[in-house]
């Protein structure tokens, strides 16, 4: 996958900006030279006077007016094609560009799959050194936020729109008059980029009052605080699960959402696989109040209410010191937990790990002490480079406020944040600041405080640089030119301070300056740059850490007052899930319909409670209720979830965002369906405002609700039960019993044993007919490894994106008409604190004997040569006979021409990939254009095909690794490998329809519960 340099993207760029330029010669320059009836329906649906079936009927009508009336002569139109176009671009064919996306915070590597001069898929960069490869659901669906026609356009100032010339001047004039006596502040997110945090600095120096202000929508100040105050370093640490034995979580969702969620799924899945070469495998214990992702993979998890943690991780300080208390007052079942976790960490010492999400400083004080008394810093986890992904400080934060109180801020500069909503009670401090100049991409909840509101450009279409752990750099650089004039805040800053240049050349003064010189390159900068930026990644060798690093114990502050709850209510306990996280992806409709991990909802959030909370309350999912607490009250419907404490009801953040209304009528129209939201509304209920301010650091759980019951019912979107994928028994074969869909084997039966040892297959009967599909050649096989996949759903999207699957809507989705050509199905085990989920991927199975191919009455599902099972769009004629003998429920069927209106979005569509019409069924190919894509390359090259060449869109966004796709015929493939696996088993073997796609069994590092899985 070679690379474009530098001097290659600025020659495409130039080549997309002439393209641009000249889309109006294909337009007519007045609206008078249309005919003035088309023109008439023409402004009435761009005015939404008109609906489309009607408008179209008429168009089509004067289209055969006009054809049948006179033959006159159409006014010259000019298309100019590009004479020279770039070298190294070739129309049709793809090329990739390293960059760097900050969709989820954490910054991970990408390489950006382009066609024409626009990107059209996002993919991991296996060479940057944090992620390693794979991308989360947030980072690969950002690229739809690159073409959304309601990003803001331009610049907006006190008495309206301004260029940007106008907007510099004025800005100039601004910070010229508050150099000397005005107090400047700067409200960001987290900046990890050096150039732009030297901008910053140059900002702050020039004038007498100024300050930099970074927070997070999800706080993680508390970890920083106590490693500034155990190490002297603020900084998150560097988290090495891979070196780890024992792996303790107290709420932290790692796999999902906490700090680094890609690169802590590679490090999981590689210390849990059973082939690898460790002597022992990672044990991962899990103590929380929610059910997280992380938690259902957990292989211990014990349910734990918010107000216990504190005396749990003293209890566990106390023990590992050498120090016997009194009993904390925990539970007995937690006791007896926290005594057998203590015999594993005391086993496991320079080898065990404990991490937790609380932001409180007193217990990642006291997280810090365990992991001190464990060995674990150098080994498991590395201050002497910290991670640099998330810096806010609630301290800074809060006492910004109090200047913005007291009327002591002259000039606020904010990006990369949403304060009035992230925020509680932010407004109306925000009202006293002396002028805001706000950065934001859409219109949002702060917005309209800014005197001036100025576009931020995306991450695809801009220069950028980040430094996500100490000496690790990687870049962002503009896959095409600017669509809205959006500006970087480093270009803004340079110019309003009256140094002004092209955004790319401040990144390379930047590195000519400060980085290079440090390197010892030997090389001419332009080189030595050019090279880097083309990996996308530099791992510094110049920058030594400073700073104390040793451990150094401190008093502990003392513990806030949490106590057992008042009787009759409840703890309210908000998180954030892998979609919206913070609210940052609110206006992204593929995040919205994609279901969520753990409760496979979608298009709302909702208040979660254990069943035998519900069952006490009499509620029952879809119930809507009225949550009051001491600073007011707001109304969720009811999920009824497994594996939530009984005293604790949970929301997640990042819902009821302004302008969330747009996905309205976002399905398709017809004189059934339904709004996705209702008018004037938003999509879910935004609960910000109940984040509380404890000891000047944000709390996420500490208020106290009681729950009203409403009239009425709220239909929520789930996706798990939309489907029966079960073998009846008495279909089972002569000798053979029906066999989970999720197979789980102890450990202890899978190291050194062999297939039949733990008969993991059916006895397989010859047939009385020879195969139908003999492949001597090529036969293209997956394998989904499911102790690896931890359900994180990188695969879902990538899939959608890479094969042009539609958004249908929550009314759609309730009908089961959902779209996606992969789901990931999720199944229970267990009760109570006895729980653990299993994750399992399921798509078009490719079976040699495809049901789905007898019954197409047209043949438009046929069987490759190759082993795929194809689907011939242009035959199909809608029957749905293949979808209802499908015993996997994977096809889908198109009920209508789903709406792709937006002409602007219609630019992150796949050309390689039909878009399907109204009629015709579809289902995964196994990225058949990939195939096809490789194969002319390598016959190009006139080499054969390589193992591994080919990655399917999900495999490659995986994180974990859990997918494999290869050639079955060649034995030493690695697809083989794992089909030869002891763990290796069919979906639904009984039946004997011989899929190509197999499943590796996953493994249970604890003992056997004897329960079966249930959905």
């Known amino acids: 996958m070679p690379l474009l340099s530098f001097s290659a993207m600025k020659n495409i760029q130039r080549d997309a900006q002439v393209k641009s330029s000249r889309k109006a010669d294909a337009l007519p320059e007045n609206p008078s030279d249309l005919n003035p009836s088309i023109a008439r329906v023409l402004d009435e649906i761009e005015e939404g006077k008109s609906s489309s079936r009607r408008s179209f009927l008429r168009l089509a009508g004067f289209s055969f007016a006009a054809t049948a009336g006179a033959c006159s002569r159409g006014k010259p139109q000019t298309a100019l094609p590009l004479v020279q176009t770039a070298p190294e671009m070739i129309p049709g064919r793809a090329y990739w560009v390293a960059t760097t996306s900050m969709a989820c915070g954490a910054g991970c590597g990408a390489l950006v799959r382009c066609r024409d001069g626009r990107p059209v898929k996002l993919e991991g960069n296996p060479g940057h050194p944090v992620s390693q490869g794979g991308l989360c659901p947030a980072c690969q669906a950002s690229l739809l936020g690159l073409y959304d026609s309601k990003r803001l356009q331009g610049a907006r100032g006190p008495e309206g729109p301004l260029s940007e010339e106008l907007l510099d001047l004025q800005l100039r004039d601004l910070f010229q008059n508050l150099r000397s006596s005005g107090k400047i502040r700067f409200l960001t997110g987290t900046v990890n980029s050096p150039s732009t945090l030297s901008q910053i600095q140059a900002c702050l120096e020039q004038c007498s009052d100024g300050r930099h202000v970074m927070y997070d929508g999800i706080s993680r100040s508390a970890i920083l605080e106590a490693h500034q105050m155990t190490h002297?370093?603020?900084?998150?640490?560097?988290?090495?699960?891979?070196?780890?034995?024992?792996?303790?979580?107290?709420?932290?969702?790692?796999?999902?959402?906490?700090?680094?969620?890609?690169?802590f799924a590679k490090q999981y899945a590689r210390a849990r696989r059973p082939e690898g070469s460790r002597s022992k495998l990672l044990r991962h214990w899990q103590f929380e109040a929610n059910l997280s992702l992380s938690g259902?993979?957990?292989?211990?998890r014990t349910r734990i209410a918010p107000w216990e943690e504190n005396a749990a991780l003293t209890y566990l300080s106390d023990r590992l010191a050498g120090q016997e208390r009194s009993n904390p007052g925990l539970p007995a079942l937690l006791i007896e937990r926290l005594d057998q976790l203590l015999k594993e960490l005391s086993a496991a010492k320079g080898a065990a790990l404990v991490i937790s999400d609380s932001n409180e400083v007193r217990q990642q004080l006291l997280v810090n002490q365990i992991n001190q008394h464990l060995n674990g810093y150098g080994r498991t986890l590395d201050v002497s480079r910290p991670s640099l992904q998330w810096q806010g400080s609630d301290r800074d934060l809060h006492q910004l406020r109090q200047e913005l109180e007291n009327g002591g801020v002259d000039l606020l500069i904010v990006q990369g944040c949403n304060p009035v909503y992230d925020l509680p009670d932010w407004e109306e401090a925000l009202k006293k600041a002396g002028h805001i100049v706000y950065l934001s991409r859409h219109e949002d909840e702060t917005s309209p405080l800014a005197t001036w509101l100025v576009s931020e450009s995306h991450d695809l279409e801009r220069w950028d640089d980040h430094q996500p752990v100490e000496g690790v750099y990687s870049f962002s650089q503009p896959l095409l030119p600017g669509l809205f004039a959006g500006r970087s805040l480093r270009h803004c800053l340079a110019s309003w301070r009256g140094a002004a240049a092209e955004d790319v050349e401040l990144l390379k003064k930047f590195w000519r300056e400060k980085i290079y010189p440090t390197e010892n390159a030997g090389e001419a900068f332009e080189a030595w740059f050019d090279r880097n930026l083309q990996r996308g990644v530099y791992a510094a060798k110049g920058i030594e850490p400073a700073g104390k690093k040793e451990f150094q114990r401190v008093e502990l502050p003392a513990p806030d007052s949490e106590t057992e709850l008042s009787e009759g209510k409840l703890q309210l306990v908000l998180y954030s899930n892998p979609a919206m996280q913070d609210g940052r992806h609110a206006h992204n409709p593929w995040l919205h319909e994609l279901p969520d991990p753990v409760t496979k909802v979608c298009w709302d959030n909702y208040l979660s409670l254990a069943p035998e909370t519900a069952s006490k309350l009499r509620l029952e999912t879809g119930d809507r209720v009225r949550v009051e607490g001491e600073i007011g009250s707001f109304e969720i419907p009811v999920l009824v979830q497994v594996g939530l404490h009984p005293q604790i009801a949970a929301v997640a953040l990042g819902y009821g965002r302004k302008g969330t209304d747009r996905f309205a009528d976002i399905g398709p129209e017809w004189m059934q369906s339904k709004p996705t939201v209702a008018a004037g509304g938003q999509v879910g209920q935004s609960v910000s405002s109940w984040i509380a301010w404890k000891n000047q650091q944000r709390r996420f759980s500490a208020h106290e609700v009681s729950l009203v019951k409403l009239g009425g019912s709220h239909k929520l979107a789930c996706t798990q039960d939309h489907h029966r994928m079960e073998l009846p028994p008495h279909l089972a074969p002569k000798g053979g019993e029906v066999r989970d869909v999720v197979r789980v084997l102890p450990l202890a039966e899978v190291q050194g044993q062999t297939e039949q040892e733990h008969g993991s297959k059916h006895h397989v009967y010859k047939d009385l007919w020879p195969d139908d599909h003999p492949y001597e050649g090529k036969r293209w096989g997956m394998a989904v490894d499911l102790n690896a996949c931890t359900g994180c759903s990188s695969c879902?999207?990538?899939?959608?994106?890479?094969?042009?699957?539609?958004?249908?809507?929550?009314?759609?989705?309730?009908?089961?008409?959902?779209?996606?050509?992969?789901?990931?199905?999720?199944?229970f085990e267990g009760e109570g604190d006895q729980l653990q989920s299993h994750h399992q991927p399921v798509m078009c199975q490719h079976c040699s004997k495809a049901p789905c191919e007898t019954v197409c009455p047209v043949l438009a599902t046929t069987h490759s040569e190759e082993g795929l099972n194809q689907q011939v769009y242009n035959r199909c004629v809608g029957t749905r006979y293949c979808a209802n003998n499908c015993p996997y429920k994977v096809r889908r069927f198109n009920w209508f021409d789903y709406p792709r209106e937006d002409q602007l979005q219609n630019l992150s569509l796949n050309p390689d990939v039909t878009v399907r019409s109204r009629g015709v069924m579809e289902k995964c190919t196994l990225c058949v254009q990939r195939i096809q894509d490789a194969k002319a390359e390598a016959r190009r090259n006139g080499r054969p095909l390589e193992d591994g060449e080919i990655q399917m869109a999900c495999q490659q966004s995986c994180p974990s690794q859990a997918i494999v796709f290869g050639d079955l015929n060649d034995p030493e493939s690695l697809i083989s490998k794992f089909r030869n696996n002891s763990r290796s088993y069919d979906l639904l073997e009984e039946l004997d329809i011989q899929?190509?796609?197999?499943?590796?069994?996953?493994?249970r590092k604890q003992e056997d519960r004897g329960d079966h899985h249930r959905g």
């Open 796 to 827: 879902v999207i990538a899939c959608q994106v890479e094969n042009n699957v539609p958004v249908v809507g929550k009314d759609e989705v309730l009908r089961h008409r959902e779209m996606s050509w992969i789901r990931i199905d999720r199944y």
């Open 232 to 263: 002297g370093v603020r900084g998150l640490p560097r988290y090495r699960l891979d070196r780890a034995e024992v792996l303790v979580s107290f709420g932290a969702d790692f796999l999902s959402t906490w700090v680094s969620p890609v690169e």
């Open 995 to 1003: 899929p190509g796609v197999h499943y590796l069994a996953k493994v």
């Open 296 to 300: 259902g993979n957990a292989d211990v």
